[in-house]
């Protein structure tokens, strides 16, 4: 059953080169206020609506600060995510640091995932896809994870 909260649905925006996203206006609404836009897993970005993003941050505090692990996650989560709102034109700005990581430049990806919202490149996400169109290869990739 999908929630109201629940992001889903593939969209290609433009990027300008001042770094403006537009939004899709089907997202808009559960982005209202401030949201954090993060470095991702994938080479992509992710926008987690706050409570979303306090969701992620308990799991981490949780963690034990004396793992290297939990501090290179630390380090890439936090030290790298920005807090935006949405400008009157219902667009972001993607800070330059965040858009290089991720690769975008002019037409951008734009996908609801559940809880986030993630930002491709248009180049990264064709190769994802590739394999989510081919179902042997879906199949195998998702085999073993309890569905």
């Known amino acids: 059953m999908s929630s109201s909260n629940e992001f889903s649905g593939l969209y290609r925006h433009l990027i300008d080169d ?4 537009a939004v899709p206006s089907k997202m808009r609404a559960q982005l209202a206020g401030k ?3 993060a470095q991702w ?3 992509c970005l992710a926008i987690l609506p706050n409570s979303e993003w306090d969701v992620i941050a308990g799991k981490v505090s949780a963690l034990p600060m004396t793992d290297p692990r939990t501090r290179a996650l630390e380090r890439r989560l936090y030290g790298k995510a920005v ?7 219902g ?6 640091n965040l858009r290089d990581f991720a690769g975008l430049e002019g037409e951008v990806v734009v996908v609801g995932i559940r ?3 993630e930002i491709w490149s248009n180049e990264r996400w064709d190769a994802q896809n590739a394999v989510l169109d081919d179902d042997a290869a879906f199949s195998e990739l998702v085999s073993g994870i309890g569905i």
């Open 18 to 21: 001042k770094g403006r996203l």
């Open 35 to 37: 949201f954090h836009v």
């Open 41 to 43: 897993l994938d080479t």
């Open 83 to 89: 807090e935006l709102e949405m400008d009157a034109q």
């Open 91 to 96: 667009r972001i700005l993607v800070p330059q």
């Open 115 to 117: 809880n986030r919202v």
